[in-house]
C-alpha cells in the first residue's frame, strides 16, 4: 500500500519541501492551520511515536526534533512554536507515516483540541 509521505520523501508527489536530507524531510502542510505549518517526518516509514521500538526508530525521531529546531531557528521564531504528533484515531491522525506538525506565527491556545 503506497504512502502518501513516502511519495513525498520520494519526489513521487509534490509538495513544498523545505528541508532534506538522508534522515528527514520537511515541507508545508497542504491545509495550514497556522502562519508557519510545517511537516517533519522521517523518510524512513514509521507508523507514528507507537512505532518507535528500537534505537534505529528512535533516532529517526530524533532528527526529525533537530531538524524542528534548527527551521524554528532559521526562520527566526523567536515568540515560540509548538511541536504536534498526534497517534491513533482519538487524537486525529490522518496520516500515518509519522510527522510532527511545526506551528507558529500566532498565538496557539493550550490544552489543544
Ligand atoms: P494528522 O492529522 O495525521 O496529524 O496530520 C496530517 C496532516 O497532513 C494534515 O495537517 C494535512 O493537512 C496534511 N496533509 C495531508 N495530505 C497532504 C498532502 O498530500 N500534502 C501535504 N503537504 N500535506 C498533507
Ligand atoms: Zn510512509
Given at each position: ?23 528527514v524531510?520537511?515541507?508545508k502542510?497542504?491545509?495550514p ?81
Amino acid at each position: 500500500m503506497p504512502c502518501l509521505f513516502c511519495k513525498i520523501v520520494a519526489r513521487e508527489l509534490p509538495a513544498e519541501i523545505v528541508y532534506q536530507d538522508e534522515h528527514v524531510t520537511a515541507f508545508k502542510d497542504l491545509h495550514p492551520r497556522a502562519p508557519t505549518h510545517i511537516l517533519i517526518i522521517p523518510n524512513a516509514h514509521l507508523v507514528s511515536v507507537d512505532d518507535l521500538a528500537d534505537e534505529v526508530a528512535v533516532n529517526a525521531a530524533a532528527q526529525c526534533l533537530r531538524v524542528a529546531r534548527e527551521i524554528a531557528r532559521a526562520r527566526g521564531l523567536t515568540n515560540g512554536y509548538r511541536l504536534v504528533t498526534n497517534i491513533g484515531a482519538d487524537a486525529g491522525q490522518s496520516v500515518f507515516h509519522l510527522h510532527f506538525h511545526l506551528l507558529a506565527g500566532r498565538r496557539l491556545s493550550w490544552p489543544p483540541g
